[in-house]
């Protein structure tokens, strides 16, 4: 069956890569067209294939769990440094000759070790080598803590063997690697049976090495990461089989966004390494992206991208355990999607659902209308007096018109998380939410952690992850991650709407974030409830921002014209300027808005929406007023019900009816009239006729010639009803003259 296995595979990868698509995904249909025309044995061999491919566990043992006990990196020109806590591990050539040196513990394990790896992720420093990079094997330990060029620490095991003259005979070279670009590098040392075997090597053994450049005469050399870096770090695997090739079965552009797009790739090994080789040039893929290991299902996340851009890339899945046994997918492309069009925003994200949110900071956020965000810890919602109850958050949501975010289930660290924590803390907090009733569509890294490696995966569920950074953002704004500005207890009202001036002159969206909000005193992560109010009445003054959610930021495109409905019955007065743009609108979640233009184009019209009903009668009430008589309003109007009769009624503010005519809706809900001049405060009423969709050509008739009628002057109605009366009688006096008749 392992045979049949691997005959399979082979099969597969040859038959997709003649497969030729430009599309985001390669895809097995041809299995299905196919076996049309098999048949039934050869389609149940084909099922029993698939089965053995995906579900029969790998051959070979591969162990990641080797422990890096200590790394760092010796330089002659500065013999006492020690280099213990740094980031990057220099390996130098003469110029000014470094090493780099490890120990390391292999984990447990019980067959014969056949081959050990150390993988580094290195970088130029200068310029690359010509000579290749050496890993040697060391006869002594060192102490990371102690470790220099000359040994001037009495406490330092490290000796001249290692580091002065590491192609001594006390040390073993094990491989030489050229490194030439950017990039992940592996070098293998091989057990019993090889041919620069270590017969020694067993399980659980410590191995102290070091990688050297002693063949360099110039002034080059790399930068590998350390253990002490966030990410890439160094890792060592151990297995008791000589390592294959994986073979790639599917590769899918699962979420292309407007700066972002996540690869998964699919292999026939749980020990793949994937990268992902990208760039706008077919012909020059210039981008790289690394994924996460030990899985026969990869995520590589592709950011900072720009939008409307089509994007070209390659995957290669190398083997866990040696780099070079690499298997690559065709040329595949993706579009990314267009960006909106942009004024500025600010968003206000409130962490870890604390109750004070709910009774201090949402009531003066909607004294404004203004939304904001709250994330949710899942494990601690309805958990104590200090935090939301479910009900709470549900209110938030469906009355304030919040936004629901995921904060993880347990406030995690998520760089420290392994793929299974990783997927229980993201994918378990939002079917927490969901099964709430809370939509929930974006993310927030707890303490705003993160690594490359955690944003492909929070993408594979979310739509962002917002972290704490310095902002604001720029557009076109990366989802992953998302910058934000965190408010402290010290930061001050004027530093906030400092912040907020940044994002009015930059053109930019600012991300708030807010903890508990108190009366008084606060302490850490607080704010005060005045200071909050104060912000709010700042933003609503400086007049040319929105205030909206994160999920409305990446969704809706905001601009100065159109006004937008309340649903929360709070009056709110919208200026309209005569070329159609709006000074201030407040902007609560989901509600929708009317799109008013001014002709002539002179004076203003304040409009005031007193009622906006999307359910039920879908009635609309709304308030004019206009110091010119000229003016002629345009008006369209959204989130009707679509194909309906409605009447529109304008009375003057004495409650005299100015205009009264019927309507109807397109197949989009929308409803396109005009006002004529007034000079005088009136007022809209706009509400269905009747509950059914108006089809009948006879009714659409009448309400086109009761339009025409209620549009025509003074002079122009008499003359029309004096004919109306002249066709009436005539047509009275035929009826009459056919009844003599037949009598």
């Known amino acids: 069956m392992f045979i049949l296995k691997i005959i399979y595979f082979k099969c597969l990868t040859i038959r997709l890569f003649m497969y030729k698509r430009q599309d985001t995904k390669i895809n097995i249909s041809w299995i299905k067209d196919s076996s049309s025309h098999m048949g039934t044995r050869s389609k149940i061999w084909i099922i029993i294939l698939l089965g053995i491919a995906f579900l029969s566990p790998a051959s070979a043992y591969i162990n990641a769990g080797a422990v890096n006990n200590a790394d760092a990196y010796v330089y002659t020109g500065q013999n006492t440094t020690n280099y213990g806590n740094a980031d990057t591990l220099g390996i130098y050539g003469s110029g000014s000759r470094m090493n780099t040196i490890m120990s390391w513990t292999l984990p447990n394990g019980n067959e014969s070790i056949k081959e050990v790896t150390l993988t580094l992720y290195c970088q130029e420093w200068d310029n690359f080598p010509a000579a290749q990079v050496e890993l ?19 406490s330092t095991y490290w000796t001249d063997a290692g580091a002065g003259k590491p192609t001594s005979t006390d040390s073993t070279v094990v491989d030489s690697v050229p490194v030439a670009q950017n990039g992940f590098y592996t070098w293998v040392l091989r057990g019993d049976g090889a041919n620069n075997s270590l017969n020694s090597l067993k399980w659980g053994d410590a191995i102290n090495i070091t990688l050297t450049l002693p063949g360099e005469t110039g002034f080059e050399g790399i930068q590998c990461y350390s253990k002490e870096w966030d990410y890439n770090k160094p890792y060592l695997v151990v297995t008791d089989e000589t390592p294959k090739i994986p073979l790639i079965v599917n590769v899918t552009a699962i979420k292309v966004r407007k700066t972002s797009a996540l690869i998964n790739t699919l292999t026939d090994t749980p020990a793949a390494n994937v990268l992902v080789n990208y760039g706008t040039n077919s012909s020059d893929l210039n981008l790289w992206s690394y994924a996460d290991s030990l899985s026969n299902s990869s995520y590589n996340l592709l950011k900072s991208l720009t939008p409307n851009t089509t994007y070209y890339y390659r995957v290669y899945a190398s083997n866990y355990i040696d780099n070079s046994y690499k298997d690559s997918s065709p040329l595949l492309s993706f579009t990314t999607a267009s960006d909106n069009s942009h004024i500025p925003l600010v968003t206000f994200v409130f962490d870890d659902g604390w109750k ?28 104590g007096p200090a935090y939301m109850n479910w009900t709470q958050i549900r209110e938030l949501q469906n009355t304030y018109g919040w936004e629901i975010a995921s904060h993880t289930r347990s406030h995690a660290d998520m760089p420290s998380l392994n793929k299974s924590q990783l997927e229980s803390e993201l994918g378990g907090s939002k079917n927490v939410l969901e099964n709430k009733g809370l939509n929930v569509y974006n993310f927030i890294s707890p303490g705003g952690a993160y690594n490359y490696l955690t944003e492909a995966y929070v993408m594979s569920y979310y ?23 965190i408010i402290h207890n010290t930061t001050t009202l ?4 400092g912040w907020v001036d940044s994002a009015v002159n930059n053109n930019s969206w600012m991300i708030l974030v807010l903890h508990k909000i108190v009366d008084s005193d606060p302490m850490a992560m607080e704010w005060t409830k005045s200071d909050l109010a104060s912000l709010s009445r700042y933003i609503e003054s400086k007049g040319n921002l929105r205030v909206v959610t994160i999920h409305e930021a990446q969704t809706i495109s905001f601009d100065y014209k159109g006004i937008y409905a309340d649903k929360a019955g709070k009056s709110i ?39 906006w009903n999307t359910t039920g009668d879908h009635k609309i009430l709304f308030k004019e007023s206009s110091t010119n008589v000229s003016n002629e309003v345009r008006y369209t109007l959204g989130d009707r019900q679509a194909d309906m009769n409605y009447s529109v009624k304008i009375y003057w503010n004495n409650g005299t009816l100015f205009k009264d005519f019927y309507i109807n809706s397109n197949a989009s809900g929308y409803i396109y009239y005009s006002a004529t001049g007034f000079g005088a405060p009136r007022y809209t009423v706009i509400q269905p006729v009747n509950t059914v969709s108006s089809h009948v050509d006879t009714n659409n008739i009448v309400t086109r010639t009761l339009e025409a009628y209620h549009g025509l002057s003074i002079t122009a109605k008499i003359i029309a009803l004096i004919i109306a009366a002249m066709v009436t009688l005539g047509c009275v006096a035929f009826i009459l003259q056919r009844f003599d008749k037949v009598q």
């Open 136 to 154: 040697h094997v060391l006869n002594e330990p060192f102490e990371e803590s102690a470790a220099t060029w000359n040994r001037s620490s009495p």
């Open 356 to 383: 004070s949110v709910f009774v201090n900071a949402s009531p003066v956020l909607n004294d404004s209308m203004f939304p904001a965000v709250s994330a949710i810890i899942t494990d601690v919602a309805n958990v």
């Open 463 to 485: 739509d962002s992850d917002r972290i704490v950074t310095d902002g604001p953002v720029t557009p076109p704004y990366n989802e992953f991650p998302l910058y934000a500005e």
């Open 494 to 497: 004027s530093e906030a709407e």
């Open 573 to 611: 007065i919208n200026t309209i300027s005569p070329d159609g743009t709006v000074l201030y609108s407040k902007t609560p979640t989901g509600h929708p808005r009317i799109n008013a233009t001014i002709l002539p184009l002179s004076g203003h019209v304040a409009v005031n929406i007193a009622l």
